[in-house]
């Protein structure tokens, strides 16, 4: 990826420098910079809240909670994971932070799904069906609030940055429906082969 961006930002520069524009190739990146910078701080306090929020649910035990009451659907799609495994909890949070749009505040989360059950996970070189459904569940990133998008919008100041949450739900849950049925699909097709 490094020099996919450095082939990119090269040829940028010849071609600014061949048509006399490099003058403003310069303050396009300064500008860049500038704004990149007001995202960021923009971002910070709401990340700050939502991981705090989570962090809080985890040690109260609602995590827990939720997972006990989520435990029916997530049974069936996580038929592998035992029932009292504490990943349950953490899939849920991720999927949670997904819904809130906080896909920053989801990947942490996420990695510790995957170590959690890859500790689970009896063939360690083969991912479980339970890996699989849910990194195309993560990945999908279904979002109820796209809370991260609505911030990065008003930080480059957009008059109505919330207009993006209808097209956003609809998106993200056909994403999050297909992404769950093909690894479903592929669940049972490879079970019939005997690849499971």
């Known amino acids: 990826m490094n020099y996919i961006f450095f082939f990119l930002l090269g040829i940028s520069i010849v071609a600014s420098i061949f048509n006399g524009r490099l003058g403003e190739i310069t303050t396009a990146m300064f500008e860049s910079c500038d704004v990149a910078v007001k995202v960021a701080f923009s971002l910070i306090g709401i990340m700050a809240f939502w991981l705090g929020i989570m962090r809080i649910a985890e040690k109260s035990g609602l995590v827990k909670l939720i997972s006990k009451l989520i435990y029916p659907i997530a049974g069936v799609l996580f038929d592998d994971v035992k029932k009292d495994s504490p990943v349950l909890g953490d ?6 932070a997904n819904a809130l749009g906080l896909t920053n505040a989801a990947t942490p989360i996420g990695l510790k799904v995957m170590k959690e059950l890859q ?36 930080g480059m100041g957009c008059n109505n940055p ?10 993200t849950t056909l ?12 669940k049972k097709v490879f079970s019939l082969k005997g690849g499971k």
């Open 91 to 96: 899939i849920t949070m991720s999927i949670s």
């Open 175 to 186: 994403a999050f429906i297909t992404a769950i049925i093909t690894a479903l699909i592929f």
């Open 162 to 171: 919330t207009k993006i949450i209808i097209p956003t739900l609809i998106v």
């Open 119 to 154: 500790e689970e996970n009896d063939c360690k070189d083969t991912a479980t069906d339970s890996m699989c459904m849910f990194l195309g569940m993560n990945t999908a990133g279904f979002q109820l609030i796209p809370a991260t998008v609505i911030a990065i919008l008003a």
